[in-house]
């Protein structure tokens, strides 16, 4: 069944024509990943379909059930709204008796009669079902708190509340931008199941290559203004695209033939005195005009990098924490040249910290770090510093210098290294504010090599930028000459460019030798060899300090006790529901669990309530 078609669109921005003529379909089971460079349109082009942008020509038809959900790159939330308003918005009957149901029975005020009354209606639209799926997707995003306002969400925090609300909604086709980024690998991996699994269609945009692997079915390639369609996953493209680019060299090499034959005869004085002389000039300046034109530009970062000496980093007992908690712990390593390490942890352990103590942009608690007098670090943050200005790109590059120097000897200057990034001379006087988001992240890369960096710190790299981007970066990281460190949720980068791994977490750091995969395949084996030496461990480190609340029990205690009524409100519902539904079987037996885990989860923070207030009164009394 067709959903969407798209008719010879065309759409254009500032005189860039980003897709020109395209037609294509979207069909009911079609997971459709959209890939191409950053600022050929890829964003544009899921607003088109989305009908948030109109398109310059053509049209866009739509079945009659058609029914979207959007995930922008950058969600724009009203602050002062929570995540039940975010999370349960939309217009269908379902979605709006669900969020007033969940405001009702999260309010600090419990309305029983205004409860019970839309209980009714989730009954009679069926919303019990919707509700339990909402559920398991907001406790796999990691969002809890369903009063808590948006603007105190961290911008990690509002993505997920974001793609939880477009997931949640009952629809048939979803428009995905960047789904994967601010998730862990472990909510990616549950992504992709599930996505896998839904019914209806799917279109996305993202950087992540195991997750488009796992998830399309087909691929959609941008470029050039021109929408190439293959029926297959990203390996099925990758080996599709191979054959047409080899196809493209065999009719390039012909066209160079020719043109080389063609140019002889104009060179040997040739007059356009007959129809077939006229004819063959004519040939000659369209092959002229052509050169080049059927394959596709491509990036090059192959830039220098200045000497390194034997001395890079040397990390000796360094501790630092954070609100009292340790997010370092007692940690010495000597840095290598071979060195290509890949850092792991949950939000909140610490990584991009631990980033910044190892290029001394921080001092540890306790402990040193001692750089040698020849490093020169290339820092990529994973925020674009100063790319919200009106200063054109050009400018920005320069700032960083006039030119650099390649390993042969050569000077490029700033303009040529702006092509070589594919950012053409039309486009080098564009203020910054004006780029896309990919495009702001490639060139703030750029400006990062341009300094020949020695050292490469890599702080969540991969976000925003395009696929083609990606790999030539990992073919620049697996030359350069020097140690690489890198933050990131990209488990294919990861794979393969990286060949130590340091897990943060709970206090400490993990080592594993050998990349991301084999991380994953030693890491679980590991934890339960170790699990109860550990705790041992822990239990006699405990002793030797002196005892306190971590960050996280303290903020588990400031907030303890409200969740302990809104789950003994919940439950006494429940019970009164049960009693209104006393002669529907189905119904009361749907009720019985939820009660049951009610209770579950009360025993359960019951249980840490003791524990925690114990705790408070022996820090009290200073034992």
Do not use: C
């Not at 087909?218 to 493209?237: A, D, P, T």
């Not at 080899?246 to 020719?258: A, F, G, H, P, T």
Request: aromatic share 8%; proline share 2%; charged share 30%.
């Amino acid at each position: 069944m067709i959903l969407l078609t798209a008719e010879n669109i065309s759409k254009a921005y500032v005189e860039r024509a980003l897709v020109a003529n395209v037609t294509f379909g979207i069909n009911e089971g079609d997971k459709i990943g959209l890939i191409g460079l950053n600022g050929t349109g890829k964003s544009t082009l899921l607003k088109v379909i989305a009908g948030i942008e109109e398109t310059d020509s053509g049209r866009i038809i739509k079945s009659n059930d058609l029914s979207i959900g959007y995930l922008p790159q950058n969600p724009d939330f009203d602050s002062e709204s929570t995540i039940i308003d975010q999370v349960f918005r939309g217009h269908g009957e379902k979605l709006k008796v669900l969020r007033d149901y969940e405001n009702a029975i999260n309010s600090d005020k419990i309305d029983e009669e205004e409860i019970i009354k839309l209980s009714s209606k989730m009954d009679s639209i069926d919303g019990w079902s919707l509700e339990s799926d909402a559920k398991v997707i907001l406790t796999k995003l990691g969002i809890y708190n369903y009063k808590e306002k948006i603007k105190n969400l961290s911008g990690g925090q509002k993505k997920r509340v974001a793609l939880a609300s477009t997931l949640i909604q009952p629809t048939n086709l979803l428009i995905l931008d960047e789904p994967t980024n601010h998730l862990d690998n472990n909510t990616i991996e549950w992504l992709e199941e599930l996505l896998s699994q839904r019914k209806g269609a799917l279109i996305m945009v993202t950087h992540d290559r195991y997750f488009l692997d796992r998830v399309s079915n087909v691929i959609f390639q941008l470029e050039g203004g021109n929408l190439y369609n293959y029926k297959g996953n990203y390996s099925y493209y990758m080996e599709k695209k191979l054959e047409r680019e080899e196809i493209l060299q065999v009719e390039e090499d012909k066209r160079k033939s020719l043109y080389k034959r063609e140019l002889e005869w104009m060179r040997q004085g040739a007059k356009a005195r007959t129809t077939k002389q006229k004819a063959r000039i004519q040939r000659f300046d369209k092959l002229e005009e052509t050169s080049s034109s059927n394959k596709p530009e491509e990036m090059n970062i192959s830039v220098g990098s200045s000497r390194l000496g034997k001395k890079i980093i040397e990390i000796e007992n360094i501790t630092f924490k954070y609100d009292e908690e340790d997010l370092i712990p007692d940690f010495s390593y000597a840095m290598t040249r071979e060195d290509r390490i890949g850092i792991l942890g949950d939000n909140g352990t610490g990584k991009t910290t631990f980033l910044k103590l190892l290029s001394g942009e921080i001092q540890p608690d306790t402990g040193t770090v001692s750089i040698g007098e020849t490093v020169k670090i290339g820092f990529f943050n994973q925020e674009n510093p100063f790319l919200n200005s009106n200063q054109r790109a050009i400018d920005y590059i320069k700032e960083g210098g006039e030119y650099i120097q390649t390993e042969t000897g050569d000077k490029i200057t700033a303009s040529s290294m702006m092509e070589r990034f594919l950012f053409p001379k039309s486009d080098q006087y564009t203020p910054l504010n004006k780029l896309s988001g990919g495009e702001k992240r490639r060139l703030y890369l750029l400006r990062t090599l341009m300094q020949s960096p020695n050292v490469l710190f890599l702080d969540e790299p991969t976000n925003d930028l395009d696929i083609e981007t990606l790999q030539v970066l990992e073919e620049y990281i697996e030359e350069f000459s020097g140690p690489v460190v890198i933050v990131s949720h990209d488990r294919y980068l990861l794979d393969k460019v990286v060949n130590k791994v340091y897990v943060l977490g709970k206090g400490k750091i993990q080592e594993f030798t050998g990349n991301y995969q084999f991380f994953r395949d030693n890491s679980i084996n590991e934890e339960e060899l170790n699990e109860e030496n550990s705790e041992v461990v822990k239990k006699e480190r405990e002793k030797l300090k002196k005892l306190k609340f971590t960050f996280n029990e303290k903020r588990e205690w400031e907030t303890i006790e409200d969740e302990i009524k809104d789950l003994e409100k919940r439950t006494e519902l429940v019970e009164k529901l049960m009693i209104n539904h006393s002669t529907e079987y189905s119904k009361l037996q749907e009720l019985m669990s939820e009660k049951v885990e009610l209770e579950r989860m009360l025993e359960e923070k019951m249980d840490r309530w003791i524990y925690l207030s114990q705790k408070e009164e022996e820090i009290e009394k200073g034992i």
